[in-house]
């Protein structure tokens, strides 16, 4: 379980790609400073286990198939930046809201609109994705807690949400360098999905 408050701009430095699968090499010395064999990294907001750790700050994470196929981590090569964050521990702050790195969908970043102290991002979204989303409610974009400030729908009836950035989220996350046109890995709300299922449920 993750926070979405991101603890590290961290690097791949090495991707090996497998017959179903991929291995990646990440350089992040902050969440490596205790990180073991077994251990839970979120990278861009997907729940990955080390392999190894290494003595330079990185650690090695496979990433199957079906993960590549439902998330953005397949378009990462040597040289891309990602938002690291370690599991959370019992006990400690809870920052953002419950993060489980399970992602539901990817979207696309399709407008920026920067102002003096802030920048308002606006992303499209599946279907199956929006249904889960609300106004003032939390999303986990990239493994980054955040606000939905906006929603709407355009012209082709494309759903979309708006998250305002500030500048130390803009620093020290992927977002800050997020263009027009890049994928993001998207995570709803967990709560969401289990009062849907119960009202499913009690449906029957």
């Known amino acids: 379980m993750f926070t979405g408050i991101v603890e590290e701009l961290g690097e791949i430095v090495g991707k090996e790609d497998l017959t179903d699968a991929a291995r990646?090499?990440?350089k992040g010395p902050i969440v490596t400073s205790d990180a073991g064999h077994g251990d839970s990294i979120a990278v861009n907001g997907v729940c990955l286990t080390v392999v190894d750790v290494l003595a330079d700050g990185a650690f090695t994470a496979d990433v199957m198939q079906e993960t590549?196929?439902?998330?953005?981590?397949?378009?990462?090569?040597?040289?891309?930046?990602?938002?690291?964050e370690r599991a959370a521990s019992l006990g400690?702050?809870?920052g953002g809201h419950l993060v489980q790195g399970h992602v539901d969908g990817t979207g696309t970043v399709v407008s920026r609109a920067p102002s003096e102290n802030?920048?308002?991002?606006?992303?499209?979204?599946?279907?199956?994705?929006?249904?889960?989303?609300?106004e003032k409610g939390s999303i986990t974009v990239d493994g980054v807690s955040l606000t939905?400030?906006?929603?709407?729908?355009?012209?082709?009836?494309?759903?979309?949400?708006?998250?305002s950035l500030i500048p130390t989220t803009l620093d020290l996350t992927t977002l800050g360098r997020s263009d027009v046109g890049t994928p993001v890995n998207l995570e709803v709300?967990?709560?969401?999905?289990?009062?849907?299922?119960l009202q499913t449920l009690a449906a029957d």
């Open 24 to 26: 990646f090499t990440v």
């Open 68 to 84: 590549l196929n439902r998330s953005s981590l397949q378009r990462l090569e040597v040289g891309s930046r990602v938002n690291l």
């Open 92 to 94: 400690s702050r809870l």
């Open 118 to 134: 802030w920048t308002v991002v606006r992303i499209a979204m599946p279907t199956s994705v929006a249904r889960y989303v609300v």
């Open 148 to 163: 939905v400030s906006g929603l709407g729908q355009d012209d082709n009836a494309e759903h979309w949400f708006e998250i």
């Open 189 to 197: 709300d967990v709560i969401a999905k289990y009062v849907e299922r």
